[in-house]
Structure formats: C-alpha cells, structure tokens
C-alpha cells in the first residue's frame, strides 16, 4: 500500500473541501493520504466494497436518515467484517446523538464534534487512527502468517525444491533458493542479508533465498522458516535412514531367497503390491511405508530351514511340511529382538502371513480380525507373487489362474476386504 486511503462520508461540500485542504500535505511513515469522498451512506457503501485496504473512515450521523452514519458503522462491522478499519464518528449535533451512547453502542474508535477538529485537531486524530490501523494491520498479519505456517505439512517438505513451493504459496510472492558460495559463519540456522534476502544452512549447505518483495514481520518469519527447515533436515536424515535400512532389509531378503534359489525381485514385488493395497486400508503415510518395508522380511525365518527341505523339487513329506512351517516362529524370533517398531510389525508379518481369513493356517490358527492386519496383506501379495513366478517345486501359474484361485479363498484363505481392493488394483499389480 503506497498511501493511506481515508474515507471521509458527510453530505456537507464544505467538510469535504476542508478536510481535503487539510489533509493534503499530511505524510505518515512517508506515505500520503488519499482522500474518498461520499456525501450518502449509499455512497460510501459503494465505494467500500470496490476500494480495498480504506484505513480511516470519518463518519457524519445525519445524512439521507437521522442514522444513516451509524447504519454505515454496523454495515463496515458486521456485513463486511471489517474490524481493522478505524471509524471515527464526526456530527454537528451532538445532542442528537450523546456520546457515550454511541461509543458503547457501536464499535467505532472516536467520537468528535465538528466544530472541535481544527486543523491541528483533525491532523491529531487523523495521525492517531493511522498509527492505530498500522499496529492493528501488523498484528493481523502475523495473525495471517502464523496461521498459514501452521497448516503446512510439513511431511512433504523433502527437497529445497518442496521448500521453494510451499514458501511460494504461503506468502504470496515468488522465490529464487541458490547454492551460497560464502565463507561467512552463520552462528544462527538463518541471516538476514537484506529485507528481501537470507541466507540459510541444512545439513551444513548453505543457501540463499530472494524473495520478489521485501519481507515484512521478519522476527515472525524467522521463527518460522526456522522450523521448515529443522522439519526439512529432519525428513532428509529421515529418508537417508529408510533408504539405508531399505538396503539392509533388502540384503537379508535376497540371502534368504537365494538359499531357496530365488531372487530378490520377489522381497521387491510382494513389497510394492503391499504398498499398493496398504494405501486403501491404512490411513498413516508412516505406517504405510513401514509395512511395505517390513513386508520384505517375511520369509525371514526360512534361513533356518535345511537346503534338503527348502529346495525340495517334489512335495514334502509331512516331518518336512512340518519343519518347514517353523520358519514362521524362526522369523519372529529374529526380528522381534531387535527394539524398533519397524522389526516388531515385521515380526508379526513373519509369524501371522501364513494365518488363513477363516482360522485354517498356522502356526496359531488365528482367524478374521484376530490376524494383524500387516499379515492379512502381506498374505494376499505373497501368494500372488508366488504363484505367479517359477518355483522349484513348480511352474508359475498363468495369471487367470493365479486371479481365479484369489477370487475363490476370498473369506477362505483372504480377507474378503483385502480381496476386493486386490482387484480394484489388479491392473496395477499385474504390470509389476
């Protein structure tokens, strides 16, 4: 805003050339006011809904009615909801209208006769309302500022590029993030360089941000912004961890598959489409990708299974079938020592995906919601995959098959739920 817009209502001409002599030569925090002129409360209404950002209106009580002024009062506070305007109240008959009704009546700033606003006098009022807008407008902005800054999700912040979007969104502005070539010790996270540049550090990079105006309310954005990019470092070093432990559970999935002379792409597939069907039943983005990282440790415990009895090409004999069902409880024994959440679901996983919907499976005999909902998943995803690719024991299985035998364990085998949404995504799955 380059000026003050103040609006002056009075049907008097003279009140109007007056106080526009007046007013002219007035600055305030080197700015000019700009004087709008309404001689009717219809008037003024018009022009308060076109104009934006009016700072002062100057009100007279008596124009087309003996209330005109203070109908146009309760149409700035109430129909507009105007409540950072300043609205003082002018008259030339004061016994009409005492003062202490209307200030305690109406949500106005001042109350002034006409005859008492001199020219010193209206430049006192006009300065003080102005100062007044000023703070108020401050305070509203901030308001604003901290409000948008507490809707951000800071989940999706992951890169100085998701910085730069959501910096560009909540104020408004557009915004140039550059590498910083600098020597410079930058004691605190952000150092302002100018009004409308800082210089900031993650991870002991140091960047530059210039924004297309200059910022106002700079302690308040500082405070902020701190906190983006503490949650920025944060989900970097947080995705850096998932990344090494993807590699990690990766590896001990791939050993385990090779010693049934398999690959790891299966850990991979039966991963994804977990995911996927995770995605429709699950409400936490956390717990998703926990359970789609867990669920590469399901067979897990087959490490302890003799080569004689896990490579097998023709069917086990029932002490085999026996020892092989064993890798349920070995694979939740391994992971639920460690104390992370991510090894307790795994270990869960491994010990409740062979569980069947309708209390047929082993190794507890679990049935419906007894079964933790990761196995209940995992279960569906692993089957498919399995059927669906070479076995020692046998070849895959054409997918119609693969979909049909699903299709018939639905409530058997499958949570009928899970089964559903298996096929809402069954084009999906069936490009892996």
């Given amino acids: 805003m380059d000026e003050w817009k103040v609006l002056l209502v009075d049907d008097e001409e003279d009140i109007h050339a ?31 809904i076109k104009e934006k950002d009016i700072s002062l209106s100057i009100i007279d009580i008596v124009m087309e009615n003996e209330n005109s002024g203070l109908e146009l009062v309760k149409f700035i506070r109430e129909t507009l909801n105007n409540q950072i305007m300043r609205i003082v109240i002018r008259t030339g008959q004061p016994g009409y209208a005492p003062p202490r009704d209307i200030i305690l009546k109406y949500n106005i700033n001042d109350y002034r006769e006409k005859s008492e606003l001199s020219s010193n006098g209206l430049f006192t009022m006009v300065i003080a309302r102005l100062r007044e807008y000023s703070e108020i407008k401050k305070l509203y902005s901030q308001k604003n500022l901290l409000e948008k800054f507490d809707t951000i999700d800071s989940s999706k912040i992951v890169s100085i590029n998701d910085l730069k979007r959501i910096l560009e969104d909540t ?3 557009s915004v140039v993030i550059t590498k910083a070539e600098t020597g410079k010790d930058i004691k605190n996270k952000i150092y302002w360089k100018d009004n409308n540049e800082i210089l900031f550090k993650i991870n002991k990079k140091s960047y530059t941000i210039n924004f297309s105006k200059n910022m106002d309310n700079r302690d308040l954005f500082t405070i902020a912004f701190e906190k983006l990019i503490l949650d920025l470092e944060n989900n970097i070093l947080y995705k850096e961890r ?23 792409e299966h850990v991979k597939r039966v991963s994804t489409i977990t995911k996927l069907i995770s995605e429709k039943i699950l409400d936490n983005k956390e717990h998703i990708e926990t359970v789609s990282l867990a669920s590469m440790l399901h067979d897990i415990g087959k490490i302890a299974i003799p080569d004689k009895i896990l490579n097998k090409p023709n ?55 007894e079964i933790p909902i990761e196995a209940q998943i995992v279960s569906i995803a692993d089957v498919y995959d399995a059927l669906s690719n070479d076995r020692i024991y046998r070849k895959a299985w054409p997918k119609e098959k693969v979909l049909k035998y699903i299709k018939e364990n639905s409530g058997k085998k499958f949570n009928p739920k899970l089964v559903k949404i298996f096929f809402d995504l069954s084009d999906k799955i069936k490009e892996l």
Avoid: C
């Fill in 18 to 48: 007056l106080t526009s002599i007046i007013l002219k030569d007035i600055k305030f925090k080197n700015k000019r006011i700009k004087l709008l002129s309404a001689y009717s409360a219809k008037q003024a209404k018009e022009l308060l």
């Fill in 171 to 173: 104020l408004n502005t």
């Fill in 242 to 264: 998932i990344n090494s432990l993807y590699q990690l559970i990766y590896i001990l999935s791939e050993i385990t598959e090779t010693r049934s002379l398999e690959t790891g």
């Fill in 315 to 369: 069917k086990l004999s029932d002490e085999e079938w026996k020892i092989m069902k064993t890798h349920t409880e070995i694979g939740y024994k391994i992971l639920n020592s460690v104390e992370n959440s991510l090894f307790k679901i795994a270990a869960n996983i491994a010990l409740y995906h062979h569980e069947n919907w309708d209390g047929s499976g082993y190794p507890k005999g679990l049935k419906n919601s």
